[in-house]
């Protein structure tokens, strides 16, 4: 039997903060015991191996003790010394041999089902609000030795825990180094969300987001492997990714999962979609008011006839219009669940018919707050699908005073300033993140 020294264990590892050494001694011989805090049941431990250690007067009797116990193996190289232990056992070092005992414990908070990041092939739960069990997601999910945890406490009063996560090899320095500080720099009482814990680390007055908070450990352990880094807060069931550009807030992990043929039409979709609910209520009101010329006749025509009833210019409408669809979206989420979806579809239907007859507003208008409503149900990420409800009212303003020019210039400012915005020193309109082999 070969016997491993723990030094080499040591080094091989990445030092992360759940990592756990005792020595157990016994007259004139040490055993190390290693294990993973978020991974092994520490009551297991204690009662199987600890207490089993304490009541040996030999370390043969204990070596024969543990040998009687479920998951017991003899470790035969250093790639299985490092498998076990990512795995959920414990390893203990013997003078003579080095040995693995299964002690993976059951999540104590049971992951919940995805709610808000649904997709249709791939996992289908998201974190809980446990700490110690979403760290085990992403240690059974990315068992790498290369993955490391930091553990900290943020808030004056809360001292709300919080885990660093990172692959070593893959990270980015700088990132990391900037991240460390502004969470030192942290000056809150109490922090108990993960978006809480985003605006903190941004600027306050910032337009888009440029953290990603998701539900989905899938997600998050992509991200790991691309080099970014996931905050785990206990109390919430998201993890708080970085960097994160642009593009990362319109893909879906359907896009990870689905053949290439299908994913490229839905993702020209979704971009079709943020330019529907971002500009067509502004380009309505421009084209109706100020330029009607670019419509071909007939459906000038047909949209001068459907708001001859309407006694008021079209921004009105719009306005309206736009007010009942955010009116119902935030009913739609503060309502209970089991009548939230009825109550909404039945409200928003009575509303557009009733609102159609009495000539408050025109048909074509039912018909683009519907495309609006709809298109902005098409982003993935809700933290970007929340600042694109936002901006087509800038836009419509601009287009009441100014027409089609004004809705132009709005849209380039809106690129300027995205283009200007940076993800923790990274261009928010960059492709993607981890391309750069240096940081792999």
Same mark, same amino acid.
């Given at each position: %039997?070969?016997?491993?020294?723990?030094?080499?264990?040591?080094?091989? @590892?990445?030092?992360? =903060?759940?990592? #756990?050494?005792?020595?157990?001694?016994?007259?004139?011989?040490?055993?190390?015991?290693?294990?993973?805090?978020?991974?092994?049941?520490?009551?297991?431990?204690?009662?199987?191996?600890?207490?089993?250690?304490?009541?040996?007067?030999?370390?043969? #009797?204990?070596?024969?003790?543990?040998? %009687?116990? $479920? *998951?017991? #193996?003899?470790?035969?190289?250093?790639? /299985?010394?490092?498998?076990?232990?990512?795995?959920?056992?414990?390893?203990?070092?013997? $003078?003579? %041999?080095?040995?693995?005992? &299964?002690?993976?414990?059951?999540?104590?908070?049971?992951?919940?089902?995805?709610?808000?990041?649904?997709?249709?092939? *791939?996992?289908?739960?998201?974190?809980? &609000?446990?700490?110690?069990?979403?760290? /085990?997601?992403?240690?059974?999910?990315? $068992?790498?030795? =290369?993955?490391?945890?930091?553990?900290?406490?943020?808030?004056?009063?809360?001292?709300?825990?919080?885990?660093?996560?990172?692959?070593?090899?893959?990270?980015?320095?700088?990132?990391?180094? /900037?991240?460390?500080?502004?969470?030192?720099?942290?000056?809150?009482?109490?922090?108990?969300?993960?978006?809480?814990?985003? %605006?903190?680390?941004?600027?306050?007055? /910032?337009?888009?987001?440029?953290? @990603?908070?998701?539900?989905?450990?899938?997600?998050?352990?992509?991200?790991?492997?691309?080099?970014?880094?996931?905050?785990?807060?206990?109390?919430? $069931?998201?993890?708080?990714?970085?960097?994160?550009?642009?593009?990362?807030? @319109?893909?879906?992990?359907?896009?990870?999962?689905?053949?290439?043929?299908?994913?490229?039409?839905?993702?020209?979709?979704?971009?079709?979609? @943020?330019?529907?609910?971002?500009?067509?209520?502004?380009?309505?009101?421009?084209?109706?008011?100020?330029?009607? #010329?670019?419509?071909?006749?007939?459906?000038?025509?047909?949209?001068?006839?459907?708001?001859?009833?309407?006694?008021?210019?079209?921004?009105?409408?719009?306005?309206?219009?736009?007010?009942?669809?955010?009116?119902?979206?935030?009913?739609?989420?503060?309502?209970?669940?089991?009548?939230?979806?009825?109550?909404?579809?039945?409200?928003?239907?009575?509303?557009?018919?009733?609102?159609?007859?009495?000539?408050?507003?025109?048909?074509?208008?039912?018909?683009?707050?519907?495309?609006?409503?709809?298109?902005?149900?098409?982003?993935?990420?809700?933290?970007?699908?929340?600042?694109?409800?936002?901006?087509? !009212?800038?836009?419509?303003?601009?287009?009441? !005073?100014?027409?089609?020019?004004?809705?132009?210039?709005?849209?380039?400012?809106?690129?300027?300033?995205?283009?200007?915005?940076?993800?923790?020193?990274?261009?928010?309109?960059?492709?993607?993140?981890?391309? =750069?082999?240096?940081?792999?």
């Amino acid at each position: %039997m070969q016997a491993f020294e723990l030094n080499t264990l040591i080094h091989s @590892m990445v030092r992360a =903060d759940d990592l #756990e050494i005792r020595k157990l001694n016994l007259k004139d011989a040490t055993v190390d015991l290693v294990y993973f805090s978020t991974m092994c049941d520490k009551k297991y431990i204690h009662t199987a191996i600890i207490k089993n250690f304490l009541d040996r007067s030999s370390l043969s #009797e204990f070596e024969s003790a543990l040998k %009687m116990l $479920p *998951g017991f #193996e003899i470790i035969q190289s250093e790639d /299985q010394m490092i498998e076990k232990l990512i795995g959920g056992y414990t390893l203990l070092f013997f $003078p003579q %041999m080095t040995c693995a005992i &299964e002690a993976k414990k059951d999540p104590t908070s049971q992951p919940q089902e995805t709610s808000i990041e649904n997709i249709l092939q *791939g996992p289908q739960f998201a974190f809980s &609000e446990d700490l110690a069990t979403n760290v /085990q997601i992403l240690r059974t999910r990315y $068992p790498s030795q =290369d993955l490391h945890i930091e553990f900290m406490k943020i808030g004056k009063q809360s001292q709300t825990e919080l885990a660093i996560i990172y692959d070593k090899t893959r990270v980015d320095e700088d990132v990391l180094l /900037q991240l460390e500080n502004k969470l030192m720099q942290i000056d809150a009482e109490v922090i108990q969300a993960a978006n809480q814990l985003q %605006m903190l680390l941004t600027k306050r007055h /910032q337009f888009f987001p440029t953290l @990603m908070v998701t539900e989905r450990p899938d997600r998050t352990v992509l991200n790991l492997s691309q080099g970014k880094i996931a905050l785990l807060l206990n109390g919430t $069931p998201f993890s708080v990714n970085l960097p994160a550009v642009f593009f990362d807030f @319109m893909a879906s992990m359907d896009d990870v999962y689905e053949l290439p043929w299908i994913v490229r039409p839905l993702q020209i979709l979704r971009f079709i979609g @943020m330019f529907i609910t971002t500009t067509l209520p502004a380009l309505y009101v421009a084209t109706v008011s100020y330029n009607p #010329e670019f419509f071909r006749s007939q459906l000038a025509i047909e949209i001068a006839g459907s708001r001859s009833s309407v006694p008021y210019p079209s921004f009105y409408e719009v306005f309206l219009m736009l007010f009942l669809i955010e009116a119902l979206t935030e009913a739609s989420i503060r309502l209970p669940k089991f009548i939230g979806t009825t109550a909404t579809t039945v409200g928003g239907l009575i509303l557009g018919q009733a609102a159609q007859q009495a000539g408050l507003v025109s048909s074509i208008m039912i018909i683009i707050a519907s495309a609006v409503a709809i298109s902005n149900f098409v982003i993935p990420m809700n933290t970007l699908s929340f600042s694109l409800r936002v901006i087509k !009212f800038p836009l419509v303003l601009l287009a009441i !005073f100014f027409g089609l020019v004004g809705v132009l210039t709005g849209i380039f400012f809106f690129i300027v300033y995205t283009t200007s915005l940076r993800s923790f020193g990274r261009p928010y309109l960059k492709l993607f993140i981890g391309e =750069d082999k240096k940081t792999r």
